[in-house]
């Protein structure tokens, strides 16, 4: 790909204020990508809800050999970051390395794939940074898109290659008590205290997971809501859990388990689920995944490291149907904040590691 051709279309891209749920902006921004598609390509918009989803290809159908998977909705932000800068070697502004930077290069491959008869899909989702459950996961799971391998440049910091990434899955317990003034606490039934006994015990199980990297289940505490006065009993209150999880545990074992703490100290307490998301594994000893690893390594001349990552992506929704997931990226750094970037002559070289993949895979 030329150099000044990404970087015009990756200038172009991060103009548009696509962040998740401005379906409007979304959508325009997908009007660019579509103009920008080599002629005599397969290409399907779908909209789901709030979301939608662009899938171009070099072949009808949604089983291709090669799978890209990519969301161009970003985090929101001020409006100066939505005005690109070169600075030497790096793009500055919002989504240049989550993940834009992904798109110029994923409309090239399906040029360079369509000249080289390699069944190649680039699929655009909308909704990513809020969960991708009306946008990747109605791309897996409704619209069935089912590739042999799937490239998803959306990890993989400093060049490593990320064999496993870990789950999600948010819990919510409400506390419902009886309101009473503060003087007499006895009349009433703090919603409050039952919560906190449930979170010292899953502090007593977690907390020291939660204190250095590893590859453990954690749990953060989200979030915290009740009381209106502080001479008041509080008579709902309400506990956000995070739990991230390997592909050793469960999302299913993680909700039983507060349930079953939360059924042990209160009848009042009710425990729903928010947000869950499948953990992610891939052996890196497969032959799909070798290939993979050694174009890159032969472009970016360097041993390319194999690690985990702990972030969630939209290739989360495609865990249960045991598609290798190809997740790495160029050098890129500061995400979601004020300064983010992406170096143009690394995307450049990733490119031309893609390129090679492809026709190894072919």
């Given at each position: 790909?030329?150099?000044?051709?990404?970087?015009?279309?990756?200038?172009?891209?991060?103009?548009?204020?696509?962040?998740?749920?401005?379906?409007?902006?979304?959508?325009?921004?997908?009007?660019?990508?579509?103009?920008?598609?080599?002629?005599?390509?397969?290409?399907?918009?779908?909209?789901?809800?709030?979301?939608?989803?662009?899938?171009?290809?070099?072949?009808?159908?949604?089983?291709?050999?090669?799978?890209?998977?990519?969301?161009?909705?970003?985090?929101?932000?001020?409006?100066?970051?939505?005005?690109?800068?070169?600075?030497?070697?790096?793009?500055?502004?919002?989504?240049?390395?989550?993940?834009?930077?992904?798109?110029?290069?994923?409309?090239?491959?399906?040029?360079?794939?369509?000249?080289?008869?390699?069944?190649?899909?680039?699929?655009?989702?909308?909704?990513?940074?809020?969960?991708?459950?009306?946008?990747?996961?109605?791309?897996?799971?409704?619209?069935?898109?089912?590739?042999?391998?799937?490239?998803?440049?959306?990890?993989?910091?400093?060049?490593?290659?990320?064999?496993?990434?870990?789950?999600?899955?948010?819990?919510?317990?409400?506390?419902?008590?009886?309101?009473?003034?503060?003087?007499?606490?006895?009349?009433?039934?703090?919603?409050?205290?039952?919560?906190?006994?449930?979170?010292?015990?899953?502090?007593?199980?977690y907390g020291k997971n939660s204190n250095k990297p590893n590859w453990k289940t954690t749990m953060n505490i989200g979030a915290i809501e009740g009381g209106k006065s502080v001479n008041q009993v509080c008579n709902n209150a309400t506990i956000k859990f995070d739990f991230r999880?390997?592909?050793?545990?469960?999302?299913?074992?993680?909700?039983?388990?507060?349930?079953?703490?939360?059924?042990?100290?209160?009848?009042?307490?009710?425990?729903?689920?928010?947000?869950?998301?499948?953990?992610?594994?891939?052996?890196?000893?497969?032959?799909?995944?070798?290939?993979?690893?050694?174009?890159?390594?032969?472009?970016?001349?360097?041993?390319?490291?194999?690690?985990?990552?702990?972030?969630?992506?939209?290739?989360?929704?495609?865990?249960?149907?045991?598609?290798?997931?190809?997740?790495?990226?160029?050098?890129?750094?500061?995400?979601?904040?004020?300064?983010?970037?992406?170096?143009?002559?690394?995307?450049?070289?990733?490119?031309?590691?893609?390129?090679?993949?492809?026709?190894?895979?072919?």
């Open positions: 790909m030329e150099k000044q051709q990404f970087i015009d279309q990756l200038k172009k891209l991060i103009s548009f204020k696509t962040v998740s749920g401005d379906i409007e902006e979304n959508s325009k921004a997908l009007d660019f990508v579509e103009s920008i598609l080599p002629k005599s390509i397969f290409v399907k918009r779908v909209k789901n809800k709030n979301a939608e989803v662009l899938i171009a290809s070099t072949v009808k159908g949604l089983k291709p050999k090669i799978g890209y998977l990519v969301h161009i909705d970003v985090v929101s932000g001020d409006a100066e970051l939505f005005n690109p800068k070169v600075s030497g070697d790096k793009v500055y502004g919002r989504g240049s390395s989550d993940m834009k930077f992904s798109i110029p290069l994923g409309v090239y491959l399906l040029k360079f794939a369509k000249e080289n008869n390699i069944e190649f899909s680039l699929a655009i989702t909308t909704d990513e940074e809020i969960g991708g459950y009306e946008g990747g996961m109605y791309l897996a799971k409704n619209l069935k898109f089912r590739p042999s391998c799937l490239i998803v440049p959306d990890g993989g910091d400093n060049l490593n290659f990320v064999n496993k990434s870990k789950g999600v899955c948010q819990i919510i317990v409400e506390s419902k008590g009886a309101t009473a003034h503060a003087s007499r606490p006895w009349a009433g039934f703090n919603a409050i205290n039952p919560l906190i006994i449930l979170t010292n015990q899953l502090i007593k199980k999880y390997p592909e050793s545990d469960s999302s299913e074992r993680i909700v039983n388990e507060v349930k079953n703490i939360a059924k042990k100290i209160s009848g009042n307490l009710i425990v729903t689920t928010a947000s869950v998301g499948m953990p992610t594994f891939t052996n890196s000893k497969l032959p799909v995944v070798q290939k993979f690893i050694s174009s890159m390594k032969d472009v970016y001349k360097k041993e390319i490291i194999i690690k985990e990552t702990y972030v969630a992506s939209d290739a989360r929704h495609f865990s249960e149907f045991n598609i290798p997931i190809l997740m790495m990226k160029p050098i890129a750094g500061e995400m979601h904040s004020e300064n983010e970037w992406v170096s143009v002559t690394s995307a450049l070289t990733f490119c031309r590691g893609l390129e090679r993949f492809l026709k190894l895979y072919k």
